[in-house]
């Protein structure tokens, strides 16, 4: 199945049998997390639990009363059609439809409801004859792991994954309620960080009026979140874990606070105030002496002292070999626009080996410290970030493995090689690659072959990572559509960096 459902953000109501076989009192629930839901401004689903109990319940257990689920799910039982007229009025208050089968006759009954997602509880997160028949109805899927091993959550991963399901998991603890110190939360970052590229929540069953466990749930990386719901009347309590619309408002309250706290993922612009204030907190550049202009400087001609001045060239944006573009008094300070000189070739070279490095950084993709690396830069330095790549060799034999790191928004050229066949795989990022007029957009684990030949070119939109496996590489073996390129000598399109860890220890100063 496609990756279509946005799982971003999405809060689940579950039912459960808090609605006690009586569907008043459970369009009332419904009614109530309608509102709730509208006023705090997410999506929203309510969700059901289907047993068919005439075959869930074992024939001898039936009528027995000492088994408190068996006891529990009899006594607040739910027909089917009462079901029904509760999912349209699950819609008719704005929410989504969603329901837990526990059994495969409960997946068809979901099926010929229309009902939106399905749930699998981490009781039957292990059950084989049911994921198998859930598997095969072409709907979201969303999956709590409480109590099951890594190795467990690897086979049902790679299950859903095969299947083509679109799902996601949910951390859950199965204690009602949950102790604080049982909630176990950290588990949110290891099913993001082992199942990259799965949506992960958080199930909670903790006090439902801890607002604080959503909001480290929401910072660790959680993005949608479970809680059941009712109401409390004189004749039917709500348990511990079941929160009133009341708690549902301060619990959806508390993820917004959170999620206005946490901000966007992407940096943005300093504000104005903030870059204020930073100004303020700096050292301005001044000079020692009186200068001539055109005099070119060097850092004992310079001092830095605080308070920066309107229009002053700050000690962050000093470098050695500015030139004066005027007279300087004696503790004058330098202007601002020394430091529109542009950077040297060095200085770029630098920030291009940082932000790859922050880029393999991020990607945990760790090369060997005496790497060598070039910079391929088809149109010169200065217009690198549109065209061009940075190639790291790790070993170049009869076979050879390279790096090549593309920044965002960069392109490489059309080209071919007569010697070399090479094949690429999409380590992180997105990657578009264009072979003899064919268009292919790669995702992380895609592999491409490139025979000898072959006209290829790619380009990345939010930067890339991705691994060339080839045959030996052999310089002058790269072949441009552009006359410009094809006109260049291969040392004029490459800056070389021969030891990626000795660079930085002779390079940071820049």
């Given at each position: 199945?496609?990756?279509?459902?946005?799982?971003?953000?999405?809060?689940i109501?579950?039912?459960?049998?808090?609605?006690?076989?009586?569907?008043?009192?459970?369009?009332?629930?419904v009614?109530?997390?309608g509102?709730?839901?509208?006023?705090?401004?997410?999506?929203?689903?309510?969700k059901?639990?289907?047993?068919?109990l005439?075959?869930?319940?074992?024939p001898?257990?039936?009528?027995?009363?000492?088994?408190?689920?068996?006891?529990?799910?009899?006594?607040?039982?739910?027909?089917?059609?009462?079901?029904?007229k509760?999912?349209?009025?699950?819609?008719?208050?704005?929410?989504?439809?969603?329901?837990?089968?526990?059994?495969?006759?409960?997946?068809?009954?979901?099926?010929?409801m229309?009902?939106d997602?399905?749930k699998?509880?981490?009781?039957?997160?292990?059950?084989?004859?049911?994921?198998?028949?859930?598997?095969r109805?072409?709907?979201?899927?969303v999956?709590s792991t409480?109590g099951l091993?890594?190795?467990e959550?690897d086979?049902l991963?790679?299950?859903?994954?095969?299947?083509?399901?679109?799902?996601?998991?949910?951390?859950?603890?199965?204690?009602?309620?949950?102790?604080?110190?049982?909630?176990?939360?950290?588990?949110?970052t290891?099913?993001?960080?082992r199942?990259?590229g799965?949506?992960v929540?958080?199930s909670t069953?903790?006090?439902?009026n801890?607002?604080?466990?959503?909001?480290v749930?929401f910072?660790?990386?959680a993005?949608?979140f479970?809680?059941?719901?009712g109401?409390?009347?004189d004749?039917?309590?709500?348990?511990?874990?079941?929160?009133?619309?009341?708690?549902?408002?301060?619990?959806?309250a508390a993820?917004h606070?959170?999620?206005?706290?946490?901000?966007?993922?992407e940096?943005?612009p300093t504000?104005?105030?903030e870059?204020?204030?930073?100004?303020e907190?700096?050292?301005?550049?001044?000079?020692k002496?009186?200068?001539?202009k055109?005099?070119?400087?060097q850092?004992n001609?310079?001092?830095?002292?605080?308070?920066t001045q309107?229009g002053?060239?700050i000690?962050?944006?000093?470098?050695?070999?500015?030139?004066?573009?005027?007279?300087?008094?004696?503790?004058?300070?330098?202007?601002?626009?020394?430091?529109g000189q542009?950077?040297g070739?060095?200085?770029l070279?630098?920030?291009?080996?940082?932000?790859?490095?922050?880029?393999?950084?991020?990607?945990?993709?760790?090369?060997?410290?005496?790497?060598?690396?070039?910079?391929?830069?088809?149109?010169?330095?200065?217009r690198?970030r549109?065209?061009?790549?940075?190639?790291?060799t790790?070993?170049n034999?009869?076979?050879?493995?390279?790096?090549v790191i593309?920044?965002?928004?960069q392109?490489?050229?059309?080209?071919?090689h007569?010697q070399?066949?090479?094949?690429?795989?999409?380590?992180?990022?997105?990657?578009?690659?264009v072979?003899?007029?064919?268009?292919?957009?790669m995702?992380?684990?895609?592999?491409f072959?490139v025979?000898?030949?072959?006209?290829?070119k790619?380009?990345t939109?939010d930067?890339?990572?991705?691994?060339e496996?080839?045959?030996?590489h052999?310089?002058?073996?790269?072949?441009?559509e552009?006359p410009?390129?094809a006109?260049?000598?291969?040392?004029?399109?490459?800056?070389?960096?021969?030891?990626?860890?000795?660079?930085?220890?002779?390079?940071?100063?820049?």
């Amino acid at each position: 199945m496609a990756k279509t459902f946005d799982f971003e953000n999405l809060f689940i109501y579950d039912l459960a049998n808090n609605h006690q076989g009586d569907i008043a009192h459970a369009r009332r629930i419904v009614s109530e997390v309608g509102r709730v839901n509208r006023d705090g401004k997410v999506k929203g689903a309510l969700k059901f639990q289907f047993r068919q109990l005439d075959s869930f319940i074992h024939p001898e257990f039936k009528a027995r009363k000492d088994h408190k689920y068996v006891k529990r799910f009899s006594e607040t039982r739910l027909e089917m059609d009462a079901f029904a007229k509760l999912a349209d009025h699950v819609r008719s208050e704005g929410l989504l439809t969603m329901c837990t089968p526990f059994d495969e006759e409960s997946v068809d009954v979901i099926c010929d409801m229309g009902l939106d997602v399905i749930k699998i509880a981490s009781c039957s997160a292990d059950d084989r004859p049911l994921l198998e028949k859930v598997a095969r109805v072409n709907k979201p899927v969303v999956v709590s792991t409480a109590g099951l091993r890594t190795d467990e959550i690897d086979w049902l991963v790679n299950f859903l994954e095969t299947e083509r399901v679109d799902f996601a998991l949910m951390h859950c603890v199965a204690l009602y309620p949950t102790p604080d110190d049982k909630l176990q939360l950290n588990q949110i970052t290891q099913l993001r960080e082992r199942y990259r590229g799965v949506p992960v929540g958080w199930s909670t069953h903790e006090d439902q009026n801890n607002t604080s466990a959503i909001q480290v749930a929401f910072g660790l990386g959680a993005r949608l979140f479970e809680r059941h719901v009712g109401l409390n009347t004189d004749k039917n309590k709500l348990n511990a874990y079941s929160s009133t619309p009341d708690q549902l408002e301060k619990w959806i309250a508390a993820f917004h606070a959170a999620r206005a706290m946490l901000g966007n993922e992407e940096r943005a612009p300093t504000s104005a105030a903030e870059r204020q204030t930073l100004v303020e907190l700096k050292r301005g550049a001044y000079v020692k002496r009186a200068l001539a202009k055109g005099e070119t400087l060097q850092r004992n001609d310079i001092f830095f002292a605080m308070p920066t001045q309107d229009g002053q060239l700050i000690s962050g944006q000093w470098r050695p070999g500015l030139v004066s573009d005027k007279e300087y008094a004696a503790n004058a300070p330098l202007d601002a626009n020394l430091g529109g000189q542009g950077p040297g070739d060095d200085q770029l070279v630098y920030q291009i080996m940082l932000q790859v490095r922050g880029m393999l950084s991020k990607a945990s993709i760790h090369i060997n410290e005496d790497a060598a690396i070039e910079i391929s830069h088809h149109y010169g330095l200065r217009r690198f970030r549109e065209y061009g790549a940075v190639i790291i060799t790790c070993i170049n034999r009869n076979y050879a493995k390279k790096l090549v790191i593309q920044l965002p928004r960069q392109k490489h050229p059309y080209h071919f090689h007569k010697q070399k066949e090479e094949t690429f795989q999409l380590l992180d990022g997105d990657l578009e690659i264009v072979k003899d007029g064919a268009k292919l957009q790669m995702r992380p684990g895609d592999t491409f072959l490139v025979e000898p030949n072959q006209w290829h070119k790619f380009a990345t939109l939010d930067g890339c990572i991705f691994e060339e496996v080839s045959t030996t590489h052999f310089n002058n073996d790269s072949f441009y559509e552009d006359p410009a390129i094809a006109g260049m000598s291969r040392d004029d399109r490459k800056t070389k960096v021969d030891n990626w860890l000795a660079y930085f220890r002779t390079k940071h100063a820049l």
